[in-house]
DNA sequence: TACTAAATTGCAAACGTTTACAACACTTTT
DNA sequence: AAAAGTGTTGTAAACGTTTGCAATTTAGTA
């Protein structure tokens, strides 16, 4: 009705019309695998191609009951580890003939929920989720027997669904000993956030290995949801207007390391020459020259493929089962960690 | 039929028979404005709760010929400028009641084409198209008519299609008279590229600038597909192997410009020091501290909003008309652009 | 040439909604 | 008490496909 400019979508019915055959003989023609004369199917073809023919594929996925289509909710594009690892899901989705919706939550439980009564009624066949918060699986819990759902960067353990995480409490470890392989006795683990798995197991992963190697654990908690550049600038600068009490510092996450370089350099304290810093994630601008920030990546490609994998095991299969997959992280040396500051340097 | 868990998803009738009405009755209690028993509405929404129903708005879909889908397509979210303009469109977009579905072109023609003809079949109502040649209008010219589209980040004054640009020539006319004003008299451009209309005016805009104020243009040309950092980082290594012919670099972009600077920092060339650099696009890596790049702004979210402003006007309309609209550019001045480098400093 | 098998095609139902229209049940009016 | 109106509900068609089944055509065989 809306837009006079298209009075009417050329549909099948037209081609068979304009070749003379019945509309059931256009679908099977353009369906391989058909049985159907191949000069009719020639013919339908040019037919086709000559009228401008796109088949309707909202009406195909309500016969099919399938549509081709997954869907992703991420917290929010506007964050690279998120980005990043979209770009590659997106790109082995394709490869594998689906598309998907990209979705953001928000950080929102009920922009969560939203998401998900949309993308069902869309009737995607997949969802690949990364949850905001620890009570996401309850909130969204009621769909979870509506389409096959896939975690994504969280752990879930206790749960009787399927994900893919990091294990981050590996991480963290690996960095406080290369902190303490530096020097380093004071270290401040900045953004302890118990709002999801993934944030707590990096706290416990740092607590455990600080008290292994006999240090005290220093924190410093967040009052931030999320973990963006800007979170990271306001917490070191609060942060900073107190006594220097370590000597290096730990982000939980890149993004909260590059605010916390941000506000270094604002108030010239020298990284790593004042205090060495440490981040999580390795998005790609954590290698940039200059920033150079050192940290533990993810394997964000790999999470990506492992992900879509389960994902589509589960839409293929017709029993009812689910799986974990913990990745191993890896430390990136760079140049923001440096041995303990000596007065005489 | 895959996935047995889900037998069959809980469909209208299932609530009509449960609450013993017809399924049309059912429908207009769950849209409002329409004729229904107040008591009975109740019923039936409280039969849906509790048996748990989600309205497929693919069968509504096809009877409404519209789908609250907007589509999007960029060359790559793994593009700061794409992915913060996404960003905006994507919470401009929820915004007014629609959903989107964000799909990469990456660069490539064929891909475009595939992703019109994907978008189409799913009856999304509007496409919002960031064009990645030059040639992608001929491209997807036969899509125009199936479906309303602008054009994001583009220039196509000659063609018959709605757009949103930045004013490109205007950009590097300012960043040329940055740099002027600090001294410089041999600038570089770096990046010139014929792809898109968008860079032939960037390079055109310096060009220009250059003539009028009696400054030869230089130009190092680009053999990449894509403004990368990669791409400015690869250009830069060979470009820093010739010998000095320029105090200043404008890249045409600044994740170019971010790989420029990595060259540079890797063979010891200091930045503003020896050569100033300037970008274009402002994203928001150009901010972080130590990068500071100075650079010429795109206003990402005003483009965001207005592209879509104008293609929720063109869905709307009934008849046909499009529209240009040129946003103004501003510079940014940061640190990587400085006085030109005298010995005696 | 007639008979059978194989290949091709058409018919019609189905997918889950929305909505015009008709039908029905109440009120209200006369 | 009948007529007219109003509010509510049901019936059925439509949206554009896919596909099982039956019908038809074509080719193959005796």
Known sequence: MIGGKDSRRVTIKDIAREAGVSYATVSRALSEGKPVNE???QKILEVCSRMGYTPNSV???MVMGQSQLLGVIIPSIDNPFMSETAYHIERYAR???YSIMLCNSSHSLDFEAQTFELLVGRQVDGILFFPSHRES??????YLTQVPTVFVNEHLSDKPVSYVATDNFQGTQLGVEYLLELGHREILYLGRDSN?????????????ACQ?????????????????????????MELF???????????STDTLALGVLQAAEELGIAIPGDISLLGFDNIRYAALPK?????????KQAMATVAMDMLLETIASDYEAYSHRILIPTLVRRSSCGPVSQPER
């Open 137 to 142: 699986y309850r909130n969204i819990k009621r």
């Open 59 to 61: 009406a195909r996925s």
């Open 196 to 208: 999801t798995a993934t944030h707590e197991l990096r706290a416990k992963g740092f607590d455990h």
């Open 241 to 251: 207007r107190k006594p220097r009490y370590y000597t290096a510092i730990m982000a």
């Open 291 to 299: 920033i150079n920030l050192s940290t533990i990546e993810q394997p």
């Open 212 to 236: 292994k190697n006999g240090l005290t654990p220093l924190f410093w908690d967040s009052p931030f949801e999320d973990t963006t550049i800007e979170a990271g600038y306001e917490m070191a």
């Open 95 to 97: 490869e594998q003939g």
């Open 39 to 41: 000069k009719t199917r």
